[in-house]
T-cell receptor, first 112, second 118 residues
């Protein structure tokens, strides 16, 4: 059974810092991994999608990497801003299924 | 990527009643997914809704409690029946997965329905 773990559960940093969020999964048989952002009480906004054959994806200040063999992904946020404050979720799509398996999320607070 | 309109955005309901949540997609999709997010928790898949067939439910979720309709390729509803305070959650619909040519697309989510049962 696929399990996804995100560390840390919460993170608070001053504005301007670069930071890394971690995601690990137990079964490397995945189609892809997706990072989402969720604001309090809201739906999910897709940030980055990495296919199983890819090593990384970049969008603006965000960079996500994937090491499928070791079951790990990282989300790097450069020059953090207060508007980046949200919960960040990673999810893997397991092979042979359409469902996503989610981690518990990292609650990020950027202090002005 | 697809755009999903989900409503209502929030509701406060009395225990024992039912609430129907609607999701409208701006393009035709084969499968739609319904998730639940309990307070402080991550997302858990409730069921997968295919047009023209019964929904497929995950372990721990049953059709009597969460009936789903999928009348066409752009619309689906989830009903939360005979509600109790334990049903207080955010409910989200989602589309995505494999598209034409077996291209792996990411998943898109609706804005969520925040349900409080009192």
């Amino acid at each position: 059974k696929q399990e996804v773990t995100q560390i840390p559960a919460a993170l608070s940093v001053p504005e301007g810092e670069n930071l890394v969020l971690n995601c690990s999964f137990t079964d490397s048989a995945i189609y892809n991994l997706q990072w989402f952002r969720q604001d309090p009480g809201k739906g999910l906004t897709s940030l980055l999608l990495i296919q199983s054959s890819q090593r990384e994806q970049t969008s603006g200040r965000l960079n996500a990497s994937l090491d499928k063999s070791s079951g790990r992904s990282t989300l790097y946020i450069a020059a953090s801003q207060p508007g980046d404050s949200a919960t960040y979720l990673c999810a893997v799509r397991i092979q042979g299924a359409q469902k996503l398996v989610f981690g518990q999320g990292t609650r990020l607070t950027i202090n002005p | 990527s697809a755009v999903i309109s989900q409503k209502p955005s929030r509701d406060i309901c009395q225990r024992g009643t039912s609430l129907t949540i609607q999701c409208q997609v701006d393009s035709q999709v084969t499968m739609m997914f319904w998730y639940r997010q309990q307070p402080g928790q991550s997302l858990t898949l409730i069921a997968t809704a295919n047009q023209g067939s019964e929904a497929t439910y995950e372990s721990g979720f049953v059709i009597d409690k969460f009936p789903i309709s999928r009348p066409n390729l752009t619309f689906s509803t989830l009903t939360v029946s005979n509600m109790s305070p334990e049903d207080s959650s955010i409910y989200l619909c989602s589309v995505g997965g494999v598209g034409q040519g077996a291209i792996n697309y990411g998943y898109t989510f609706g804005s969520g329905t925040r349900l409080t049962v009192v």
